[in-house]
């Protein structure tokens, strides 16, 4: 198995305990010992908490990222996002920023990203990406 970056849907589906969710993420930090998640994710989930004032949510966040690796943008993840916007702007394709970004960083730290929101990512070339609802691996 390779290593993987959490989506902002995984890490919120394994925070409300969805159970396929929460057998794949267990098997692979026993496997590896952690997951990675991307500085995005954190600042969508955080944001969503902060607005709905779920303070005990919060405390569990930060409690669980801090079990795990957390992967900023860099120089490469950067470049490399810009160019998934100029392509998909050029055939009329758009995706969110947050998940350009996503991508980016997925990709300079070759990472297969673990999403349910697969149709948010299926324009960007180069990206490996696997589910985690739907099956146990």
Same mark, same amino acid.
């Given at each position: 198995?390779?290593?993987?970056?959490?989506?902002?849907?995984?890490?919120?589906?394994?925070?409300?305990?969805?159970?396929?969710?929460?057998?794949?993420?267990?098997?692979?930090?026993?496997?590896?010992?952690?997951?990675? +998640?991307?500085? $995005? &994710? %954190?600042?969508?989930? !955080?944001?969503?908490?902060?607005?709905?004032?779920? #303070?005990?949510?919060?405390?569990?966040?930060?409690?669980?990222?801090?079990?795990?690796?957390?992967?900023?943008?860099?120089?490469?993840?950067?470049?490399?996002?810009?160019?998934?916007?100029?392509?998909?702007?050029?055939?009329?394709?758009?995706?969110?920023?947050?998940?350009?970004? +996503?991508?980016? $960083? &997925? %990709?300079?730290?070759? !990472?297969?990203?673990?999403?349910?929101?697969?149709? #948010?990512?299926?324009?960007?070339?180069?990206?490996?990406?696997?589910?985690?609802?739907?099956?146990?691996?």
């Amino acid at each position: 198995m390779k290593q993987v970056i959490i989506d902002t849907d995984i890490l919120s589906y394994y925070m409300k305990g969805q159970s396929n969710v929460v057998e794949n993420f267990d098997n692979h930090v026993n496997e590896f010992g952690f997951v990675f +998640i991307s500085r $995005i &994710t %954190i600042i969508e989930i !955080l944001g969503g908490l902060k607005s709905k004032n779920a #303070d005990s949510q919060i405390t569990k966040l930060k409690a669980l990222i801090a079990k795990h690796k957390i992967l900023d943008t860099s120089e490469m993840s950067s470049e490399i996002s810009s160019n998934i916007f100029a392509q998909l702007q050029k055939v009329g394709r758009h995706s969110g920023n947050y998940d350009i970004l +996503i991508a980016g $960083i &997925t %990709i300079a730290n070759n !990472l297969t990203l673990v999403t349910n929101n697969e149709k #948010d990512y299926e324009n960007i070339q180069d990206l490996e990406i696997t589910n985690w609802t739907l099956t146990v691996r």
